[in-house]
């Protein structure tokens, strides 16, 4: 990991989130370049339907499924066959999302705001959402719970999933990301991956047989940046959770931490991805020095070594040597991380400091891994410094706020003369005349 020296760096309080934001590269992503890729793509599923889907997946996933749902029969074998501490893990990780879930899912509320006036904010789940699950290097089984399990405490009556058919399993997903949606009860779940799944949930698609897949009203998972640009594309035609980008972990850390601990957790995200962003940010050169260390000791034996190296040695990863800790948070506010750790002497009152940060994970024996699959948080998280205005995703993302709004003949004369007042005030009379013609009688 090459060194950036921010230390000379002394920026004003209005200038330090611009500043840091430029001073810590990221990997280059370029959405719009592959829009171009994805836009035919998505036509294409537009106008033929299933067998679009269909042959893009043989195309870009080398194999044809023989259809684009997966059946009954292959999720349920796929539960069954699931090594019993796979299956206690995964039970794990549901519960402890579910109990977070369940703690934030906002209620109804009824506002009284004058006699006879009422004000209803009614939470209203999504009808129907498409969950995209990736399969490339990775089978992110995890990420079939951190999508599905907001979703059905939000109350969510339809359901659907998408992961890329695989040529090892036959064209159907990774039988480990079957036996997830089994364990969850979804069923509805189809062999589709990258932009025409998405296009799929989007638009619906068909075939001579009839209606194959429903139009969804939200897509929410992670995914290439193709998948991303298909979200991009998209977007409008159906809601979408984020644009999620390459993996991100940043570490603010003194000289009281572990040197082993912050390798570790430096080399566990730059495992996900060769353009992975991996970001150490201290004051102390000592320890920027102990990690390098351990970093080359342990990518050593890390199965994934070449992906990872690639990794850390790329623009996007970097030890950033900072003046002092006030510093370390102006820095990690500008930068944004998707997941950012705390490793300090007083690692709550620095946390308490963050403002931009998809999720923080506080002190030496909360790394990102945890949070990963278990911590009970969700890891599907804004990436490419969108922390500063996006969030993670969550039980709200698969809800709806509406306005119920109920008057009574005497709430409404008592505030009409204002109404009236209003619509005049903005030129559009006939806006009052609808509220005279009932108090004038």
Same mark, same amino acid.
């Given at each position: ?111 009284d705001v004058a006699p006879g006036a009422t004000v209803e904010r009614r939470i209203v789940p999504m009808q129907r959402v498409g969950l995209y699950v990736p399969g490339g290097l990775a089978p992110l089984v995890s990420t079939v719970i951190m999508n599905a399990v907001p979703a059905q405490v939000a109350g969510v009556p339809g359901i659907a999933l998408a992961s890329p058919p695989q040529s090892e399993f036959g064209g159907l997903p990774h039988p480990t990301i079957l036996a997830a949606c089994a ?32 139009? #969804? ?54 495992? =996900? ?48 040597? #900072? ?15 998707? =997941? ?77 003369? =204002? ?11 006939? =806006? ?10």
């Amino acid at each position: 990991m090459r060194r950036l020296d921010l230390r000379e760096l002394d920026p004003s309080a209005d200038e330090a989130p611009a500043v840091y934001s430029a001073a810590v590269p990221r990997a280059a992503v370029d959405v719009e370049h592959a829009l171009a890729a994805v836009r035919p793509i998505c036509d294409d599923v537009r106008r033929r339907g299933t067998q679009a889907v269909l042959d893009a997946g043989e195309k870009f996933d080398g194999v044809r499924p023989e259809q684009l749902r997966v059946p009954a029969a292959a999720l349920s074998d796929a539960l069954a066959d699931l090594a019993p501490e796979i299956r206690a893990a995964l039970e794990e990780s549901i519960r402890r999302l579910r109990q977070t879930c369940a703690a934030e899912l906002e209620q109804s509320l009824v506002t009284d705001v004058a006699p006879g006036a009422t004000v209803e904010r009614r939470i209203v789940p999504m009808q129907r959402v498409g969950l995209y699950v990736p399969g490339g290097l990775a089978p992110l089984v995890s990420t079939v719970i951190m999508n599905a399990v907001p979703a059905q405490v939000a109350g969510v009556p339809g359901i659907a999933l998408a992961s890329p058919p695989q040529s090892e399993f036959g064209g159907l997903p990774h039988p480990t990301i079957l036996a997830a949606c089994a364990l969850l009860g979804i069923d509805e779940v189809y062999a589709a991956g990258g932009a025409q799944a998405l296009a799929m949930f989007a638009y619906g698609a068909s075939s001579d047989d009839g209606v194959d897949c429903r139009p #969804v009203n939200l897509i929410t998972g992670p995914g290439n940046i193709y998948v991303a640009a298909a979200k991009r594309h998209l977007q409008g035609t159906v809601s979408i959770d984020s644009e999620a980008g390459p993996t991100e972990i940043a570490i603010i850390a003194d000289d009281t931490a572990d040197p082993a601990f912050i390798a570790a957790d430096l080399i566990s995200q730059a495992e =996900h991805d060769p353009m992975a962003a991996s970001v150490l940010i201290t004051d102390s050169e000592v320890l920027a020095t102990a990690v390098e260390v351990e970093v080359d000791l342990q990518v050593e034996d890390a199965k994934h070594a070449d992906r990872i190296t690639t990794a850390l040695d790329g623009p996007q990863s970097a030890t950033v040597l #900072v003046r002092d800790l006030d510093q370390a948070v102006d820095v990690a506010n500008g930068y944004a991380a998707e =997941h950012l750790e705390i490793q300090t002497a007083d690692a709550g009152q620095v946390a308490a400091r963050i403002v931009n940060a998809g999720a923080i994970f506080v002190g030496s024996h909360t790394p990102v891994s945890l949070g990963d699959y278990a911590a009970g948080s969700n890891h599907v998280l804004p990436t490419a410094g969108c922390a500063c205005h996006s969030s993670g995703l969550s039980v709200r993302a698969f809800c709806k706020n509406m306005h119920v709004v109920t008057y009574s003949e005497a709430a409404l004369r008592e505030v009409g003369d =204002h109404v009236v007042t209003l619509a005049e005030a903005e030129n559009l009379p006939s =806006h009052g005349a609808a509220v005279s013609i009932r108090t004038s009688r």
